[in-house]
């Protein structure tokens, strides 16, 4: 999926879409994100030495684990954050890098999703997280 197609599933828009590309291979979803060096989230994070923010990385993981929903927010229900457990930064992402995530839903219980996530850079694992997330009505 490109960019236009990952929007016909998420909300996001502008700069607070964070996914460039997307493959459900079975339960598991891999998107990719290419950190240009211009991003609103990089300015003063930190000058001379940008990295994405860990929250930032949460958020591509979190927007890649919801292309596997795509039938459950047809309607046009959003995917809300309700938490973050485990979360690991094991090397930082920078200008330049492709950021890849590999997500699975790990357990649902409407309107409850839990997922895992993984981001990797050039196969360098950056971050890992269990996350979970609502699915709820406008």
């Given at each position: 999926?490109?960019?236009?197609?990952?929007?016909?599933?998420?909300?996001?828009?502008?700069?607070?879409?964070?996914?460039?590309?997307?493959?459900?291979d079975?339960?598991?979803?891999?998107?990719?994100?290419?950190?240009?060096?211009?991003?609103?989230?990089?300015d003063?994070?930190?000058p001379?030495?940008?990295?994405?923010?860990?929250?930032?990385?949460?958020?591509?993981?979190?927007?890649?684990?919801?292309?596997?929903?795509?039938?459950?927010?047809?309607?046009?229900?959003?995917?809300?954050?309700?938490?973050?457990?485990?979360?690991?930064?094991?090397?930082?992402?920078?200008?330049?890098?492709?950021?890849?995530?590999?997500?699975?839903?790990?357990?649902?219980?409407?309107?409850?999703?839990?997922?895992?996530?993984?981001?990797?850079?050039?196969?360098?694992?950056?971050?890992?997280?269990?996350?979970?997330?609502?699915?709820?009505?406008?």
């Open positions: 999926m490109d960019r236009n197609e990952i929007m016909e599933i998420l909300p996001h828009r502008g700069n607070m879409l964070l996914i460039d590309e997307s493959v459900m079975g339960d598991i979803a891999r998107g990719k994100y290419h950190v240009r060096g211009d991003e609103w989230f990089l003063g994070h930190f001379g030495n940008p990295v994405v923010p860990g929250v930032v990385l949460c958020e591509i993981l979190a927007q890649s684990a919801c292309v596997l929903l795509k039938d459950v927010m047809a309607d046009g229900r959003l995917p809300m954050y309700t938490g973050l457990d485990k979360v690991r930064f094991k090397s930082p992402v920078r200008p330049g890098d492709t950021f890849e995530t590999e997500c699975r839903i790990t357990r649902a219980k409407e309107p409850f999703y839990f997922a895992e996530g993984k981001g990797f850079v050039e196969g360098k694992l950056c971050v890992k997280a269990e996350f979970s997330f609502a699915v709820v009505g406008e």
